[in-house]
């Protein structure tokens, strides 16, 4: 921008005349040529960032989280999440819940050409005794455990309960879990607590993490409804005979 001004006598003469006591100044200035003044830019507002009506409503399962890579999990997903799925580009999910698979939720899949692995495992809360959820009162079953003794709750002696979370469906979901093939996947279950949390705490096993840290991912999900239970499920469980399953996506340790 180029300013052009025009000026009558550059120099400023003071002049002091006393007339009567009083002191006059006399001052010139310069004049300006405002033909010459070129306008304010306008200001330019910042465009605006169109967002389209489906990215308004990006909302994500209860308890959503990344696990690692290629692998996410959550509480059960409804029809208010499926545009949030959509983006994680899924091949595959793996639910951890008994009853059928809703029919809303199987037309998602199969338009998005998602596989389903359902390995029904009951809520642990469904079968523990009056009074003793949070208690360690749960012998895990597994390939190296028989089946003996009882327990009591301090009224009345109860035989030891049939385990809540099957350890040959934790195996066979590990399978599932630990194949890239089936990446993009997301684990679920009605919440995204305990199931959930169990399965994942076991693949941590595989990835060598430490207990300490197994049981404070748990926790961070669980929170007031962690279950003493499913910690010494995840503790006890033996992962020597998955240790032959290639586990390519990740080796991280804790």
């Not at 208010?80 to 939720?105: D, Q």
Request: charged residues 25%.
């Amino acid at each position: 921008m180029k300013l052009i001004e025009k000026t009558m006598n550059m120099t400023m003469e003071e002049e002091e005349k006393q007339d009567g006591g009083e002191v006059f100044h006399t001052i010139e200035v310069a004049k300006v040529d405002r033909n010459y003044v070129s306008p304010p830019a306008a200001a330019t507002a910042a465009p605006l960032l169109e967002v389209s009506g489906e990215e308004l409503n990006l909302i994500p399962p209860l308890n959503f989280a990344i696990v690692d890579n290629g692998i996410f999990r959550s509480g059960f997903p409804d029809i208010a999440n499926f545009s949030f799925i959509k983006t994680l580009g899924l091949r595959s999910i793996i639910s951890l819940c008994p009853e059928p698979y809703p029919e809303n939720n199987m037309q998602f899949l199969k338009s998005n050409g998602i596989s389903l692995f359902q390995f029904g495992i009951e809520g642990s809360k469904s079968k523990c005794l009056p009074g003793l959820e949070n208690e360690v009162w749960l012998h895990i079953w597994s390939s190296k455990h028989q089946k003996e003794g009882s327990y009591t709750n301090g009224n009345s002696k109860t035989s030891e309960p049939l385990v809540d979370i099957l350890d040959h469906k934790i195996r066979e979901a590990l399978k599932v879990l630990l194949d890239e093939k089936n990446h993009p996947l997301l684990i679920h279950c009605k919440r995204g607590k305990h199931r959930t949390g169990c399965l994942v705490g076991c693949m941590r096993k595989l990835q060598k993490w430490c207990i300490t840290s197994i049981f404070d991912e748990y926790q961070r999900f669980a929170a007031a409804k962690a279950r003493v239970s499913d910690q010494r499920f995840m503790e006890s469980f033996d992962v020597s005979g998955l240790k032959h399953i290639p586990m390519s996506f990740s080796c991280s340790n804790r």
